[in-house]
């Protein structure tokens, strides 16, 4: 059994030809792979070499270790702080630590932290104890923290250009809620003079410094310690950034270090801000001063030259 049936040759000429079934199955055969082949979509060229911005899994490394009193004054706290995350922990009478919470919901990386508040003074609770506890028992705390809030705050600068002020109020039934106060941060040309690196604390808790890594360092006047917290006794959300003044200076070099000093015997208005700094292959010490009462106004490097010889840098810095 033949079929009449349409064949195109070669010069685009239609004719008609008497074919059987095999031979038009055999040419739909051959058809259908040209019909159906899929196009071919073009790969891009995969990069020689990429930039890795952040980790797969968060890494479980501690970077400071405090000890503080961010949810009341009787709670002997500890503080890990990691990479964007916060562990508190309480020191137990027998000396073991206890798991209290984890806060991770910065949606930052942490550059830098430091406590801020009153400072608490060790003594003995017992007369042979597991480990020392600390106790306010040279100043009364309430005389100038309101009953209601720990002596103490947390200050983290994030990398998305904030400083974070930061403590905890724990409910009767356990429950842990944090209380906070941001403030931005300047932004600048590059980021090793984004402000963050380093804070330093005033051991009077009155100013807070913070430095890029390079070049540029901005003073906080804080508000006294009495009108530092939440107004109105609430414990919850947000509260305005504890902060009256503010003003920058510029350290030429890479800053190293960074932290106030003591003021002198009977020179308690005095603020002392001390600042190791590297250029040129030369380590300096710059020193900044000025009277608290007086504000910064009258702030002045009183001491700005090379300490170190070549080669030598400190790895820390205490102040006692």
Known sequence: MSLQSMVRLPNGELVSRNMDIHQILAANREQAPKETAPKKIPQEEIPVFGLLSRTVIRSPMINYIFPARIRHKDKNDVLFIGEDFIH???ILP?????HIFTKSDF?????AAKVFGKQITPVLDTPEPDIKMENDAEENLETEVPVSFPPQVLILSLESKKL???FADQEASGKLNFVQSSLPLPS??????EPGKNIAVDPKSRAIAVSACENSVIVFVAKPLKDFWPKGGHLTGEW?????RERPFQVKGVILRMEFLYPGPGDDDQVILLIIHAKAGRISFACFDWTHSRGLADAQNTCNKPTFERGMSPSHLSSY
Not at 94 to 98: P, T, V
Not at 107 to 111: A, C, D, K, L
Not at 240 to 244: N, R, T, V
């Open 88 to 90: 508190i922990k309480e």
């Open 94 to 98: 027998d000396g073991h630590l206890q």
């Open 107 to 111: 949606g930052s990386r942490i550059r």
């Open 164 to 166: 974070l002020f930061l």
């Open 188 to 193: 600048q040309r590059s980021f090793p003079e």
């Open 240 to 244: 305005e950034p504890p902060i009256m």
